[in-house]
C-alpha cells in the first residue's frame, strides 16, 4: 500500500494538494485525527485499496504531534509512507486568511493571527522536518498543482534533486537546504531587448555566457553539490532542494538553475521549478 500524508500551515494549499492526489486516482481522507491512521489504512488495505491520501493538521492539534511515531508504526508495518508539508510567509498566510475571512483553526478571543500562525509553526515543527517542504508563498494554485504531481510521480526510492530558481525580492523560499545568490552577476534586466524574456531564452542565454564570472559562479555551485551530495545520499535523504536566487528570480537564476539541472540530470533523479515564472 502506498500511503501519502498532506500537512502544512494553515491557508497553505493543503485542500489544493489533497485534491490533486484523488484526481490522481488516492482515496483521500481530510482532517483526520492522527491516532486514527493506523486502524484506517488498515482497513483501507484489506478492503483492497493500494493507493491513499490523508490530511492530517492543527484541526487536530491534541494529536497531530503523534504523527511521526504513527509514520514509523506503519513503515515497519511495510506501508510505503510519504510526507508532504506545505509552507509559506507568515505575511502571506495573513492575507490570504483576511481575503476569505475565515477563521484561524487555532484562534480564540486572546490570539492575534499572527500569533496563531507562530503558535502553528511550534505545534507542526517536528512534522515539517519529517516531509517534503513546499513554500507555496508564490504560488498559484495552478503552479502548485503541476509541483505536487511532479512529487507524486518521482521515484522515491531515490534521493530527488531539486533545483529551484526564486526572486530575493519576494523572499527566500521556505524549502530550501541551499541557497545561492548569484545577484553579483551582470543583469539582463539593465537591457530593454532582454527584459522581458527569461534565462531560457537564447538571447539571455547568449548574454550570461558572455561573461567569465557567470561561468565561474556555474562552476562553483556544481562543484559543491557534487562533493557533498553522497553525504546526503548515505544520510538516506528523500529530497534535496538547492534554490537559486537573483533580485527578479526571472534571468539569472533561471539560467542557472536549468544549467545545472542538465548537468546533473545525467546522474540524479531531478525536478527542476521556477517560483517567479509559475512553471517547472
Known amino acids: 500500500m502506498q500511503l501519502f500524508l498532506i500537512s502544512g500551515l494553515s491557508g497553505s494549499g493543503k485542500s489544493v494538494a489533497l485534491n490533486v492526489l484523488e484526481d ?24 483492497g485499496y493500494a493507493r491513499i491520501a490523508v490530511s492530517i493538521d492543527v484541526r487536530n492539534a491534541g494529536s497531530v504531534q503523534r504523527l511521526p511515531h504513527y509514520l514509523e508504526q506503519l513503515r515497519q508495518l511495510g506501508v510505503d509512507t510519504h510526507l508532504l508539508f506545505l509552507d509559506a510567509q507568515t505575511g502571506t498566510l495573513v492575507k490570504r486568511f483576511s481575503e476569505t475571512r475565515r477563521r484561524h483553526p487555532l484562534g480564540d478571543d486572546r490570539l492575534t493571527l499572527p500569533e496563531c500562525i507562530r503558535r502553528e509553526r511550534e505545534l507542526l515543527a517536528e512534522i515539517g522536518s519529517i516531509g517534503h ?7 498559484g494554485a495552478n503552479a502548485l498543482r503541476a509541483w505536487v504531481k511532479d512529487f ?27 541557497v545561492f545568490d548569484v545577484r553579483c552577476l551582470p543583469n539582463p534586466h539593465y537591457d530593454p531587448s532582454l527584459r522581458p524574456l527569461s534565462g531560457r531564452d537564447a538571447a539571455v542565454i547568449e548574454f550570461l555566457e558572455c561573461t567569465p564570472d557567470t561561468q565561474k559562479m556555474y562552476d562553483d555551485i556544481r562543484g559543491f553539490i557534487e562533493n557533498w551530495l553522497p553525504c546526503f545520499l548515505a544520510d538516506n535523504r528523500s529530497y534535496l532542494t538547492v534554490a537559486i536566487g537573483c533580485t527578479g528570480g526571472q534571468h539569472r537564476s533561471v539560467y542557472l538553475a536549468e544549467k545545472l539541472a542538465r548537468h546533473f540530470k545525467a546522474q540524479q533523479q531531478v525536478l527542476l521549478r521556477h517560483r517567479e515564472l509559475g512553471m517547472n
Do not use: M, W
Request: negative net charge; proline residues 5%.
Open 152 to 178: 507524486i510521480r518521482v521515484d522515491r526510492a531515490r534521493l530527488t534533486l531539486l533545483f529551484q530558481s526564486f526572486g530575493f525580492k519576494n523572499g527566500i523560499p521556505l524549502d530550501a537546504d541551499f
Open 133 to 139: 517542504h513546499i513554500d507555496t508563498s508564490e504560488l
Open 24 to 47: 490522481s486516482g488516492y482515496y483521500c481522507v481530510d482532517n483526520l485525527p492522527a491516532e486514527l491512521l493506523p486502524a484506517l489504512t488498515d482497513n483501507l488495505r484489506q478492503a
